[in-house]
C-alpha cells in the first residue's frame, strides 16, 4: 500500500514537468501546427467537440494536470491560426481534462482508490465510460450554447 502511494505521488509531480518539456522542445507547436491544418476548418461545434475528444483521450492515459498543461497552449494556437476565440477551447480543454472517470491513470484520487479498494481496470470502465459520453455531450452542448 505504501508503495503505491509513492507511486501516485512521483506520478502526481512529475506530469507538469513532462508537459512543459514538450513545450520547450517545440512539441507543442509542432502538434498546434499540424492539427489545425484540418481543425481550422471545422464549425464551431464540431471544434468544441474535437478538442473535448482529444484532451479526453489524453486524461484518460496521462493526469489531468499534464493534459492541462499540454492542451493548453495547442487549442490556443489552434485558436490563432484558425481566427476563433480561445475561451470556449480552453473551457474545453479545462473540463475535459477533469473529466477521468474512465481509467484509474488520469486523476490522483482514481489511482488512490483503485489501489487501496483493489478494484480492477475494467471497474472503471463499465462506470466511467458512460459518464465520458454524459459529460462530453453536456458539456459540448453548453459551451457551444454560450458562444
Known amino acids: 500500500m505504501v508503495e503505491d502511494d509513492g507511486n501516485v505521488i512521483v506520478l502526481i509531480f512529475a506530469m507538469p514537468a513532462f508537459g512543459l518539456g514538450l513545450e520547450k522542445a517545440g512539441s507543442v507547436a509542432l502538434i498546434a501546427d499540424t492539427v489545425s491544418l484540418w481543425m481550422s476548418a471545422l464549425p464551431p461545434l464540431t471544434l468544441i467537440i474535437a478538442i473535448f475528444a482529444a484532451t479526453l483521450v489524453l486524461t484518460e492515459t496521462v ?29 474545453a480543454v479545462m473540463f475535459a481534462a477533469s473529466a477521468s472517470f474512465a481509467t484509474p491513470i488520469g486523476y490522483q484520487t482514481n489511482m488512490m482508490v483503485y ?18 459520453v454524459i459529460v462530453r455531450l453536456a458539456t459540448c452542448a453548453a459551451i457551444y ?3
Open 115 to 132: 489501489a487501496a479498494a483493489d478494484y480492477r481496470f475494467g471497474d472503471f470502465m463499465k462506470i466511467g465510460l458512460p459518464m465520458n
Open 63 to 91: 493526469t489531468n494536470n499534464a493534459v492541462a498543461v499540454i492542451m493548453t497552449p495547442i487549442v490556443i494556437g489552434i485558436a490563432g491560426q484558425g481566427g476563433v476565440d480561445t475561451r470556449p477551447l480552453t473551457i
Open 145 to 147: 450554447c454560450l458562444i
